[in-house]
């Protein structure tokens, strides 16, 4: 397909890569990390070869929720640095070709940001409306807890009027309320804001509560993502929304903007992450397929961002319970390791105790699979987590640069995970130098990826492998194809597969050195222990034909 495509609608095969500023490097010796240690790391992420880095809120705040409550959407943390070091940092980026998205958190802000204090001080303030104020609000239905281990409530009396505030999530984070013009308006400053200072698009973050608090009182909470799709389009054609919407695919699909795609340009696949899980726990490939199966199309131009783990806890919240307690007796039977009834709050290599081939396989899969990759720091490294930190902390410990940690001088703001994940033994410093290491195995991975644009932008097909452990996917755009075959179980086995159209062709695969040819339709393939592959179909017929309209694409 046409390369050129890919650099207009550049997010469709971008490498998503998130990292929180304040555990990411220290480059001041306080021991949290900062902007200029950031940009230090700028050519680390160059040579890892995404394309976009999505960085976790850094503003003001008081920190009550790891930075996602917010007193100033307009400057930096303190801590971080200054808004000149962001300056600094974004012209780094993007010299090094990597665009830069943030965190867009208007839910909420929090209950010490100017404007709630504001709101709260009389039922008379000009601001009393940006919030969601009730007198007697309905009862708690107990699915809306987001938080269950420290709220019982959505609501919360604020004494000083005798009026109740919403707050979807903590009590310390007060709803601001969009069914106001005036909040509208401001949360589109707060784009244009950054977009002049280089952002290329937002995280939004909680999207069906940021739109779905304002009851009857907007009448069609979804142009409200139109508009602010719009505003930001105005402003910069190539920004991006991807969006938070963990909900069913039926429901989600709305978010893109019924048919024209006009609302959020990526959504999170959390029903494919949760089932990729699943199918983790079980060894075999069926949830996988039906999850590709039931996910639709997205409206065009849009895309599903894939991924495998968060900065959150794993949420197994649409499994059913039987299911989600399959995957946490296989990843996370200690009650220690799971978290508010639904997730786990650990990192992949520790929940497959550490087996670098099943790694590998779950990392090639992920990178396989349909849509744009996100991958959170340090998963990179194989990086482990460390319970002994609070609720969701625990996978958001510092990136490990060196045996010695290499994150600060200081003592670091969150503690290091120890035993076989400590930095002693995995560090960017040595992975770098081993041939084997994960680090190599992302970067082989992200190379192949962008070099097959047909992954992300194909028509892809689940194939028959006649092996319940055995995925495999084709991915077919412009006349070329690319097929991936992923071994879930630690066994080896051969599988038969058909390939239509492709009879003849040569098939050449890209993570090893290796070619097969497709005779009478079917290609024979022997697949070691987790083992996984990503075969190009030599092409067949002409290159797309130069006259073919770029506006169609
Ligand atoms: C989102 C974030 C999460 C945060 C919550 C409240 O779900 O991913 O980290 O706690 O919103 O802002």
């Not at 002994?388 to 990136?399: I, K, L, Q, S, W």
Request: hydrophobic share 35%; net charge negative.
């Amino acid at each position: 397909m046409r390369l050129t495509y890919t650099s207009d609608l550049w997010y469709k095969n971008a490498v998503i890569y998130c990292l929180d500023v304040e555990t990411y490097k220290d480059g001041n010796g306080d021991g949290v990390g900062d902007f200029r240690g950031l940009t230090q790391q700028i050519d680390y992420l160059h040579s890892l070869g995404i394309t976009c880095l999505w960085l976790m809120p850094f503003f003001p705040t008081p920190n009550k929720d790891d930075g996602y409550d917010i007193t100033d959407f307009y400057s930096i943390d303190p801590r971080l640095g200054t808004l000149g070091d962001f300056v600094e940092f974004m012209r780094t980026a993007k010299d090094r070709g990597i665009r830069v998205i943030a965190d867009l958190v208007v839910n909420h802000t929090s209950d010490q940001h100017p404007w709630f204090k504001e709101s709260r001080s009389s039922k008379d303030s000009p601001l009393r409306d940006w919030y969601v104020w009730s007198d007697k609000p309905e009862p708690d239905d107990p699915s809306q807890i987001v938080f269950p281990d420290k709220e019982n409530s959505i609501w919360q009396l604020d004494k000083k009027t005798g009026q109740y505030y919403l707050h979807s999530f903590y009590r310390h984070q007060p709803d601001l309320n969009v069914a106001n013009p005036e909040v509208r308006d401001e949360i589109a400053r707060v784009l244009g804001f950054w977009m002049e200072l280089g952002l290329s698009g937002f995280r939004v973050d909680a999207v069906p509560f940021l739109i779905e608090n304002v009851g009857d009182k907007l009448p069609d909470p979804h142009a409200f993502l139109a508009d602010l799709r719009a505003f930001m389009s105005r402003r910069e054609g190539g920004a991006v929304l991807l969006g938070e919407v963990n909900m069913p695919y039926k429901d989600l699909v709305g978010y893109f903007g019924d048919g024209n795609g006009d609302q959020l340009t990526m959504c999170f696949d959390f029903i494919g992450m949760q089932h990729a899980w699943l199918a983790f726990a079980r060894s075999e490939a069926g949830p996988i397929n039906q999850a590709l199966g039931d996910r639709p199309k997205p409206p065009k131009d849009c895309q599903w961002a894939t991924f495998l783990r968060n900065h959150d806890e794993l949420t197994l919240d649409k499994l059913t319970d039987e299911e989600r307690q399959e995957v946490f007796d296989a990843f996370g039977p200690d009650k220690d390791m799971q978290i508010y009834g639904r997730g786990l709050r650990r990192r992949l290599p520790s929940m497959f105790g550490g087996d670098l081939r099943r790694i590998k396989m779950a990392y090639s899969l992920l990178f396989s699979m349909p849509g744009t990759p996100v991958i959170f720091y340090g998963e990179e490294i194989g990086m482990g987590d460390n319970l002994d930190e609070e609720g969701r902390m625990a996978v958001r410990t510092p990136m490990q640069w060196s045996q010695s940690g290499g994150f600060s001088d200081a003592p670091p703001v969150r503690g290091i995970p120890g035993g076989s994940f400590a930095p002693e033994r995995v560090n960017v410093a040595d992975q770098k130098r081993d041939p084997d290491s994960l680090l190599r195995w992302f970067q082989l991975l992200i190379e192949r990826y962008r070099e097959c644009p047909e992954l992300a932008w194909g028509d892809n097909t689940v194939l028959d492998t006649g092996h319940p452990s055995v995925f495999a996917h084709r991915c077919d755009a412009d006349g070329a194809t690319v097929v991936a075959v992923h071994n879930l179980c630690d066994t080896a086995t051969e599988i038969d597969l058909a390939l239509e159209g492709l009879d003849g062709s040569v098939l050449t695969d890209l993570l090893a050195d290796e070619t097969m040819e497709v005779a009478d339709g079917t290609v024979r393939l022997p697949m070691s222990p987790h083992g996984c592959r990503w075969l190009r179909a030599a092409p067949r017929g002409d290159m797309p034909p130069e006259d073919a309209s770029i506006i169609a694409h």
